[in-house]
T-cell receptor, first 116, second 113 residues
Framework: AQKITQTQPGMFVQEKEAVTLDCTYD???????LFWYKQPSSGEMIFLIY??????QNATEGRYSLNFQKARKSANLVISASQLGDSAMYFC?????????????FGGGTRVLVKP | DTEVTQTPKHLVMGMTNKKSLKCEQH?????MYWYKQKAKKPPELMFV???????INESVPSRFSPECPNSSLLNLHLHALQPEDSALYLC????????????FGQGTRLTVV
């Protein structure tokens, strides 16, 4: 089985500052993918960034970067220069290959509120 | 174009009604998914279709019936639902069922009265 844990249910961040969202995972798969999604109040799940378990470099996409520490089984999301539009729910997710039947499993989410 | 389109956006139905949710993607993705999301909870997987065949059914009650008419379309047929089935229903697609990212639609907010 695979499990994703996000320990921060909610957090405030000042506009233009950076914020780190925590994500730890557990899986018996050797090959897996880690994802972050943003869900605004409208409901759409917006894909942000992907990290493969064999990728040696940390993934980056614009203001988003993923701090991947394989030995610690953590995949934290860093949002730099926060904007008001970043206020949303953020989900960490993982897809295993074999043990989990290729299912995309989500953590409980972290609600981020950016203050002006 | 990374777009998954879901219709309708909102749906209110009675417990004796039959309705369908629709999902469409034109990215050439061969895997499509239905998720159910209750308020303040993460999405929960319901069904996975791979190459138009049902590959995963997460023990979903039979009042939910998925259908994949072709590689671009995914339907979820609803019948005799209960009020606790009220939720946001999300459709997603991915290139395959391996480690590739899944793209989600905007969801259908379903209320069962």
């Amino acid at each position: 089985a695979q499990k994703i844990t996000q320990t921060q249910p909610g957090m405030f961040v000042q506009e233009k500052e950076a914020v780190t969202l925590d994500c730890t995972y557990d899986t018996s798969d050797q090959s897996y993918g880690l994802f972050w999604y943003k869900q605004p109040s409208s409901g759409e799940m917006i894909f942000l960034i992907y990290q493969g378990s064999y990728d040696e470099q940390n993934a980056t996409e614009g203001r988003y970067s993923l701090n991947f520490q394989k030995a610690r089984k953590s995949a934290n999301l860093v949002i730099s220069a926060s904007q008001l539009g970043d206020s949303a729910m953020y989900f960490c997710a993982m897809r295993g290959r074999k043990a989990a039947g290729n299912k995309l499993t989500f953590g409980g989410g972290t609600r981020v509120l950016v203050k002006p | 174009d990374t777009e998954v389109t879901q219709t309708p956006k909102h749906l209110v139905m009675g417990m004796t009604n039959k309705k369908s949710l629709k999902c469409e993607q034109h990215m050439g993705h061969r895997a499509m998914y239905w998720y159910k999301q209750k308020a303040k909870k993460p999405p929960e997987l319901m069904f996975v279709y791979s190459y138009e065949k049902l590959s995963i059914n997460e023990s979903v009650p039979s009042r939910f019936s998925p259908e994949c008419p072709n590689s671009s379309l995914l339907n979820l047929h609803l019948h005799a639902l209960q009020p606790e089935d009220s939720a946001l229903y999300l459709c997603a697609s991915s290139q395959g069922t391996g480690g590739t990212e899944a793209f989600f639609g905007q969801g259908t907010r379903l209320t069962v009265v």
